[in-house]
Every structure is written in structure tokens, then in C-alpha cells.
Nanobody, 124 residues
Framework: VQLVESGGGSVQAGGSLKLSCVSS????????MGWFRQVPGQERVGIAG???????RYSDSVLGRFTASADHVTNTLYLEMDDLKPEDTAMYYC????????????????????WGQGTQVTVS
């Protein structure tokens, strides 16, 4: 199983970015998928997730600004980020579970087995 993120970069406050996570060797549509972010010296935090039934959940910090979506044909998970703020600066990771899970778990790191290498987002 391999998860590969892309789409990170530098953007000014108020701008937008769209992250992609392509999965291989993994039928993710049956399981939970999530987006996490981590600032150096801090814990990795779940910000968006899609449960096994396609329901989405967001952290309060990104609710209304970020949108997770999935393309089952290309096995790609997306995170569209609008109205970016300097506090959104972090390394962003996608994650895949190895089993089905409900929406209450999608923002929890313990729900996930597979992780991408991360893509950096910097907002100034």
C-alpha cells in the first residue's frame, strides 16, 4: 500500500490550495480516509476525514474552509483548502485505515494504518 500526497506549496493568506492523495494497492473506498497536519514540535492532528459510508467530518479549525472529497475511479483523495490562514501552515498527511470505521473515528490517528509522506503547506 502506498499513499502519495501532492499539491502543497506556499500561498498568501486568503488563498487556496488543493491537496491530492493517490493510493495504490489499496481499495480505500471501503475504509476510512483522513487528512492530518503537523507543526514541528506539536502532535499530528486530524482535520478532515471520510468514513466508510462516505460521511465527512472536519475539525473546528477548518470547518467551512476545507472540503474533503474522493474520486473512486482514480483512487484519489482530495483536500480543497480555501481562505487559508497563517495558522494553517503545517505538513499535511493523508491516511488510510485497514478496516471500515464510523465518522466518530475519522479524525483519530489511531484509526489509521497507512500514511503518506506528507506535503508542506506554508501560508504567509
Amino acid at each position: 500500500v502506498q499513499l502519495v500526497e501532492s499539491g502543497g506549496g506556499s500561498v498568501q493568506a486568503g488563498g487556496s490550495l488543493k491537496l491530492s492523495c493517490v493510493s495504490s494497492g489499496y481499495a480505500y473506498q471501503s475504509y476510512c480516509m483522513g487528512w492530518f497536519r503537523q507543526v514541528p514540535g506539536q502532535e499530528r492532528v486530524g482535520i478532515a476525514g471520510v468514513d466508510s459510508d462516505g460521511r465527512k467530518r472536519y475539525s473546528d479549525s477548518v470547518l467551512g474552509r476545507f472540503t474533503a472529497s474522493a474520486d473512486h475511479v482514480t483512487n484519489t483523495l482530495y483536500l480543497e483548502m480555501d481562505d487559508l490562514k497563517p495558522e494553517d501552515t503545517a505538513m499535511y498527511y493523508c491516511a488510510g485505515a485497514s478496516r471500515a470505521c464510523g465518522s466518530r473515528y475519522v479524525l483519530s490517528e489511531s484509526a489509521y494504518k497507512y500514511w503518506g509522506q506528507g506535503t508542506q503547506v506554508t501560508v504567509s
